[in-house]
Nanobody, 124 residues
């Protein structure tokens, strides 16, 4: 079983920054893509960013492009999400996900493993 554990969420003022981490543990993980999703209050879970384990290629949702950066540290099986210039609309529970992805990386159904989520609250 593969476990994902997010950390780094919290309360931040608009314009500030946070860095989320996602540690992968358990049996050897052979997935190809790690992703970050978020679920704002009362809304559906939505894609934020993803990164390919081997190549480091990245994908971003238009709403975060230029503000968020996804990165990985393969030796530590850890993925990061650096979030800068945070906005009120970034308030959500952020989830880390992993899977063997062919095709779109933005679909939640493509990911086999999920973390428990970490709350990010942006205040005015």
């Amino acid at each position: 079983q593969v476990q994902l554990a997010e950390s780094g969420g919290g309360l931040v003022q608009a314009g500030g920054s946070l860095r989320l981490s996602c540690a992968v543990s358990g049996r050897a993980f052979s997935g190809t893509v790690m992703g970050w999703f978020r679920q704002p209050p009362g809304q559906e879970r939505e894609f934020v960013a993803a990164i390919a384990w081997s190549s480091g290629f990245t994908w971003y949702a238009d709403s975060v492009k230029g503000r968020f950066t996804i990165s990985r540290e393969n030796a530590k099986n850890t993925v990061f999400l650096q979030m800068n210039r945070l906005e009120l609309d970034d308030t959500a529970v952020y989830y880390c996900a992993a899977g063997n992805i062919i095709g779109s990386v933005a679909a939640t159904s493509k990911y086999a493993y999920w973390g428990q989520g970490t709350q990010v609250t942006v205040s005015s």
